[in-house]
T-cell receptor, first 110, second 119 residues
């Protein structure tokens, strides 16, 4: 079955870059997503990448996809205190179902 | 971006009562909506997939008689937790699929979630 894994926690200083990593197992994934969840709130779609791409940049966000290694990363440039949140990666494979990773809690220190 | 409205945001109820949660897509038609459950500090677990005008598809281990899903229109899906018990206390999140841009531009948008506490 599908399995998506992320590291639990990341601490970063304001102004530095953050890199959140994600690995997945399903080679039939079509889309991979990054979502942001702030306390007590739903998920906000940050960005997504189609599986035939290896990079996507959107303002401060850069997504890298290594399909061979089934590795996805999200880089946040110039991290701000408002970026403190839990970040979930998710893959969409057959059946149009999303499988989420466990989430990475990002803490931005001033 | 598209907006999905979920209500209520928080509900406290007595054990044995039923609670209805609504999920609305405000500016697009959602033929498919999804219901997730999230335990504290854990990831989201898909409970069921709801297609407009047909019965919901439940994930393994999710009791369909316990979690009633109705997707009566292209903009509204409801989840009713029947005869709620303390173990049903959780954060429930809906999402709606916007497929109007075609398969390559398909997106999912999430509601803000409902924190259910059953006493």
């Amino acid at each position: 079955g599908e399995d998506v894994e992320q590291s639990l926690f990341l601490s970063v200083r304001e102004g530095d870059s953050s890199v959140i990593n994600c690995t997945y197992t399903d080679s039939s994934s079509t889309y991979l997503y990054w979502y942001k969840q702030e306390p007590g709130a739903g998920l906000q779609l940050l960005t997504y990448i189609f599986s035939n791409m290896d990079m996507k940049q959107d303002q401060r966000l850069t997504v890298l996809l290594n399909k061979k290694d089934k590795h996805l990363s999200l880089r946040i440039a110039d991290t701000q205190t408002g970026d403190s949140a839990i970040y979930f990666c998710a893959e969409k494979a057959a059946g149009n179902k999303l499988t989420f990773g466990g989430g990475t809690r990002v803490l931005v220190k001033p | 971006g598209a907006v999905v409205s979920q209500h209520p945001s928080r509900v406290i109820c007595k054990s044995g009562t039923s609670v209805k949660i609504e999920c609305r897509s405000l500016d697009f038609q959602a033929t498919t909506m999804f219901w997730y459950r999230q335990f504290p500090k854990q990831s989201l677990m898909l409970m069921a997939t709801s297609n407009e005008g047909s019965k919901a598809t439940y994930e393994q281990g999710v009791e369909k008689d316990k979690f009633l899903i109705n997707h009566a229109s292209l903009t509204l899906s409801t989840l009713t937790v029947t005869s709620a018990h303390p173990e049903d206390s959780s954060f429930y999140i809906c999402s709606a699929r916007d497929g109007t841009g075609g398969p390559l531009n398909e997106k999912l948008f999430f509601g803000s979630g409902t924190q259910l506490s059953v006493l």
